[in-house]
């Protein structure tokens, strides 16, 4: 996926006001307008002047990509920071066209927002979208949060800012990523007499330091060591409900799976809890553990390389 400056599509500076990227827009949609230029080139420039619009124009989406920050260059391969759009608040818009890989990737999620909003008018608010992190123990015991998300504005002298806001969010037990949470009436205001509209936070479980996530199961990378995975052995490991013992089958292999039914995340069918075996090899940092190792290649008659004929 390529890098796209959407500001320097249009010709602008990053502090230019929302009128002026108007002006810019429509100067240079007159000028490359197939119709009117018929340079090989004008469509795939209008095009372009499109796309940078439809982004800079909408203080959502131009907050959201000046979130990106500075040090990339037009066409260059690029894949978005970790979590870039967290807590970043999107509502309903029209967008009919067709764009590019990175416009795709980046606002994929106001897209899906779209398609729910329609082109009808509503006197209702429309609902906002925004992706959460939440700590894993969350889901274990469910949890009352403070979230921050940020939400655009544009000043009365045109400029588009930030503004932070901070709810007090209930997390439901049993929570799994990419569920959404629904806050009604903290979307957009409504018209007139119209309600508000409703806030989908969409979860995303925040890295931890000892587990990985997928779906309802839950991954630990359990260190052993050569013996206990050569003779087998009882050992203790840790899970997000407590310490629990598991039993180390005699001859396994690095990466092995030794599944622990139930005890992912919480649910009316929980998920599972998986520790892989990462086999853990003493450092031979003195005479004594040299020797042993010494011995051992003595003993065993163990080419770990057999396998690839050699």
């Known amino acids: ?60 989406k131009r907050a959201a990509y000046d ?69 894993l123990e969350d889901a274990f015991s469910g949890a009352t949060r403070a979230i921050q998300l940020k939400m655009p504005k544009v000043t009365g002298d045109g400029h588009v800012i930030t503004e932070q806001r901070t709810l007090n969010v209930n997390i ?28 989908y936070l969409e979860v995303e479980f925040a890295p931890h330091r000892l587990y990985r996530i997928e779906g309802k199961d839950i991954y630990l990378d359990l260190p052993v060591a050569p013996w206990e995975a050569a003779l087998g052995a009882k050992v203790t490991s840790p899970t997000p409900l407590g310490a629990v013992g598991i039993t180390i089958p005699a001859n396994s292999a690095q990466g092995r799976r030794l599944r622990l039914k139930g005890r992912g995340i919480p649910g009316k069918t929980p998920g599972d809890f998986y520790a892989v075996l990462r086999i853990s090899l003493p450092p031979a940092r003195d005479e004594k553990s040299k020797k042993a190792y010494q011995e051992m ?8 390389r057999a396998q690839l004929g050699v």
């Open 67 to 135: 979130q990106l920050g500075a040090g990339y260059q037009p066409g260059q391969d690029f894949q978005p920071p970790p979590d870039w759009d967290e807590g970043f608040e999107y509502s309903g818009g029209r967008q009919d066209e067709a764009y590019s890989e990175f416009f795709e990737h980046l606002f994929r999620r106001s897209r899906q927002a779209d398609h729910a909003q329609g082109r009808q008018f509503h006197a209702s608010g429309q609902d906002h979208h925004a992706r959460v992190l939440i700590d």
């Open 172 to 199: 439901p037990k049993g929570v799994q990523p990419g569920q959404h949470i629904r806050l009604k009436g903290q979307g957009g205001p409504g018209h007139g007499e119209g309600r508000s509209g409703d806030l």
């Open 1 to 60: 996926m390529q890098y796209k400056d959407y500001y320097a599509a249009l010709g602008i500076k990053k502090d230019i006001t929302q009128e002026e990227v108007k002006r810019a827009y429509r100067k240079l949609a007159r000028k490359f307008h197939p119709d009117l230029n018929k340079d090989k080139d004008a469509e795939e420039r209008f095009k372009e002047i499109g796309e940078a619009n439809e982004v800079l124009s909408d203080p959502e």
């Open 297 to 304: 290649a003595q003993e065993l008659s163990f080419n770990p």
